[in-house]
């Protein structure tokens, strides 16, 4: 049976994440959302690492489950040993800072990772994320001589000041960053700029995992990006770690890549944000300040592209896109959190009271968000929630959406209506459910 995990999120010692992340408050998110299995983040910051150790019991599989933690509705969340590693050094004569996301199988295989970092003088403390002087194939070195069932996945791969092919300090393929021990890198991870589809058209990526995570810095956004396995849960570390070595993921679940902060090319300061046409016509420079403009993830992508989009031929079927000519690449689907849909049919923002209370109403009532989402029937919403929400679900199935890019570190918007839209009043709502009947 399939199973849903979100491998890449924060815990409250990384800087700018919340004070509320911490193991009971993940398990209990992860069930509301449907995240079946979560890493930890962050084990080898010293202090939680020890709450790690304290509030986890392994389960057998390689897998931990929280003590004393009771299922919700039969769905429980378990967790997988990550952490997220900052790479600062120069290589080739440049300046590298690249992000990568490490995965272990037990906390005995953590503790010497962290001994071995420690005597390298890391300073493991200061932050979550910690930063480290080593490159990023020698980090890889070290973690599989820790363990053979290491996963060392380069993190948000287009981002352009922290992923591997970003395009302020990163590389123009994995050769030239891992060198002989390239075929150890067994997938990369989208990041909310980009999707599997742009990362399709990468031929170097042909025979590695594309998979997907949150990177969440907040209880709310777990689960916004996720994997999909193909496999029993019951399966572990050990049908985690094969899944990913050999393409076996089923799905992801994607962020529309238009609403991370560096899908376009751009220059925030002066309001400037280009297409990859519009650099093509116009150039990369700024032209208000005259300085260069930060190459978004999609220019990258076009930069180092060895196919064209069109060449895949990809077809959404019941909400999943999938590839004719690739058929073997796995599909994803793209999605808008229930909190957001909820938030615009309001009128207001995610994190109000009234929207945490209508999520926790459709949520107990339905069953997790990532059901909702993608299963329950409309109608159904709409009895719970009234039609303006159940509307809302309904648009993000079809990706009737409206979209507004990103760019130099500026998030993009997704709505859902269209601001120009007059707003139905409370009187016009109820005859909205007849549109479900």
């Known amino acids: 049976m399939a199973y849903v995990a979100d491998l890449h999120i924060h815990s409250r010692f990384s800087r700018a994440c919340s004070q509320k992340l911490n193991v009971p408050n993940l398990a209990s998110w992860g069930k509301l959302k449907g995240i079946n299995v979560l890493g930890t983040s962050d084990f080898l910051h010293p202090v939680w690492f020890a709450e790690l150790k304290n509030a986890l019991k392994e389960d057998g599989s390689g897998f931990f489950r929280p003590k004393d933690d009771q299922p919700l509705a039969g769905f ?3 967790f997988v040993l990550s952490c997220e590693i900052a790479s600062i050094y120069t290589h080739k004569g440049r ?7 490490v995965m272990l199988p037990d906390f005995a295989a953590a503790e010497r990772f962290q001994k071995e970092l420690l005597g390298r003088h890391a ?3 200061s932050d979550g994320r910690p930063i480290v002087g080593i490159s990023s194939k020698d980090l890889l070195s070290l973690v599989l001589q820790i363990s053979d069932k290491a996963l060392f996945i380069p993190a948000h791969a287009w981002t352009p000041w922290f992923g591997i092919f970003g395009s302020e300090s990163g590389y123009d393929s994995l050769e ?3 060198e002989d021990l390239t075929e150890y890198i067994y997938g990369i991870e989208t990041g909310l700029s980009s999707d599997p589809a742009m990362n399709w058209r990468i031929k170097e990526l042909d025979n590695r995992s594309i998979i997907s995570n949150s ?4 209880l709310p956004n777990i689960g916004r990006e996720a994997t999909v396995f193909d496999e029993n849960l019951e399966q572990g570390y050990n049908g985690l770690f094969e899944a990913i070595k050999n393409q076996k993921i089923a799905g992801t679940i994607e962020f529309y890549p238009e609403e991370g902060k560096y899908h376009y090319t751009g220059h925030r300061n002066c309001n400037v944000k280009y297409s990859p046409e519009d650099t093509k016509e116009k150039g990369a420079i700024c032209p208000k300040c005259g300085r260069g403009l930060t190459v978004g993830v999609m220019e990258r992508v076009e930069a180092l592209a060895s196919r064209e989009n069109s060449e895949f031929r990809i077809q959404n079927s019941e909400g999943i896109n999938k590839s004719k000519a690739f058929p073997n690449r ?4 793209m999605l808008v959190p229930l909190l957001q849909i909820i938030a615009e049919s309001f009128h207001t923002a995610p994190t109000t009271q009234k929207v945490l209370n209508e ?3 459709l949520t107990n009532s339905l069953g997790n968000e990532i059901k909702i989402l993608t299963k329950v029937d409309i109608r159904e919403i709409a009895k719970i929630s009234g039609g303006k929400v159940a ?4 648009k993000v199935r079809k990706g009737d959406l409206v979209i507004d890019p990103g760019y130099d570190g500026v998030y993009g918007v997704v709505r859902i209506w269209d601001e120009r839209e007059d707003s139905r009043s409370a009187q016009e709502e109820a005859p909205q459910l007849e549109l479900f009947d």
């Open 76 to 78: 429980e969340t378990k």
């Open 95 to 101: 300046g590298r800072r690249i992000h990568n996301v």
């Open 123 to 125: 300073n493991l403390g």
């Open 176 to 178: 030239e960053c891992f």
């Open 215 to 218: 990177d969440a810095h907040s």
């Open 330 to 333: 796995a599909g994803y689907r």
């Open 359 to 361: 999520y926790e109403k």
């Open 391 to 394: 509307e809302g679900v309904e």
